[in-house]
């Protein structure tokens, strides 16, 4: 078994659940257990109940159930794969949802990758579709009233009946048990396209790789990374690349010019068309004072076809404060390529407001319009300087005797103070840290100033505070030699704009 895919295959179990409840639609089944589907276990060397039963699926091939258990591929009978002494189907060069030891063990080739998502149907898909998930064969969107689902076959119905007749063309046919009931059949969509009672399609599933997926080029020709000669010792043809067939699925060339295969029934190629998307879907912006402007945000846009997105034209800005700050993207999206859309927010009053974004073009747009988000909060102008106070003892070494001396004098020790921005507005001007306190006691410090990026980065580098942005001053400790010995007192300070002036304490001691 060479280039298979298999994603998420889920194993199930039927069981008996609990009474059934009862309606006017179904008298008395609350005298009876339900037939149940659970997720699978293994127990001894067959399958068991575990306990969870399946997340209900609320949309067609819905994705995501945290209960679900899987195993890919096995051989009826074979009991627990490959846990109990029977032997597993071995695929090679293949993706599959679980490791290759252990319980719902799906091989041991190391040439596969497990529990990868091979990325199947996305955007920049040859034929994009959706990722589909396996669940109950009764459609969610065809779901009716009450506990009934699907397309419900009355009792009596046989196969020459012509009504009703339910999609897919599949007939119903009337099975009695051994109690002489009927029992109602229900099924769900056996079809690549799911349409809903009103025929109109409502999922188009796809087996296509999509742009970026581990699974595009997985089975090289040669046995080693090389891609073309296969030649010398242990440098074969890869078993894998000559059992694939020469074209995929839709009749699409695999091997040109020795080229690469993908896993699965699909070569993934890169459509001849525009195939465009914004990121983020939604945006919220951090609470912002009223008349001050946040960050930018990045949205982006991303067009993984083959060819130009032309027209693009960003729409629904300015409105309630937001406004589009700058980007990239201009009318032009080549194929294979991004641009970004910069959006700031600037609330003009208390509360919460919204806007939206829109980017339209020559085909349309995954993802548009963006929803934005922002809350409008009072200004509050803070900062703190950590830490708050600092405590050293150093010899007497300054200003120092020869060069030697005057060296050792300006590699004393220093202390890093940070000046933080805790409130929401931007704080300035941000000026130098000053020393204060007894000025014979100053003498015995320094601020170090900034130089090629060491030393204080407040009033040098940096002259406006963000929230919750920061700037240092470096202070050091330089005891003369001049002055006796004992505690040298003073101050750092920094003013913060309308936080007002930081201040921590200095206690270097001189001996």
Known sequence: MYNDLFWQNRALVVGV???STTNANTPFTNQQNAVTMYNAAWSGTSAANSGTTPTPQTATGQCGDSTAKYWDIGVRGQGAPGAFGTTPLTPTYSFLTNSGTGNFQEGTSTTNDYGVNPALGGAGAAHPGSLYCDGSRVPPEAAIALQFAGWQVPPGTNESNALPAPPFQLQPAATVDEGNNWINLRWGPLSLNVVNQQNAPIFTFSADPASGSLAVDFVKRC????NSGCTGTGNGVNPAWTAAPSTDFYGNPRKGGNSSVDVG?????????????????????????????????????????GAAFTGLTVTGLPANGFARSGGTCTGTLNGSSTCTILVTFTPGALGTVGASVSVTGSVAVTGSPVGLTGTGVAAVSAATLTPTSWTVSRTRNCPGTGILGQLACSLDGSQTFTLTNTGNVTLSPIPTGVLGGVAANVQNYAVVGSLLGFGSTCGNTVTTLAPGATC??????????????GLKA????????????????????AQ
């Not at 046995?223 to 090389?226: E, G, I, M, S």
């Not at 998307?277 to 067009?303: C, E, I, R």
Request: no cysteine.
């Open 490 to 509: 003073a101050t750092i300070s920094v003013t913060a704009g309308a936080a007002g002036t930081l201040t921590s304490t200095l206690n270097g001691t």
């Open 17 to 19: 659940g609990g009474l």
């Open 265 to 305: 029934a699909v070569e993934f190629a890169i459509p001849n068309f525009a195939v465009v998307s914004v990121s983020p879907s939604s945006v919220t912006f951090p609470n912002t004072a009223v008349g001050s402007t946040s960050a930018a945000q990045t949205l982006t846009v991303s067009n993984t076809g």
């Open 223 to 226: 046995l080693t990374t090389q």
């Open 472 to 485: 240092t001053v470096l202070v050091q400790f330089k005891p003369l030699t001049t002055q006796a010995v």
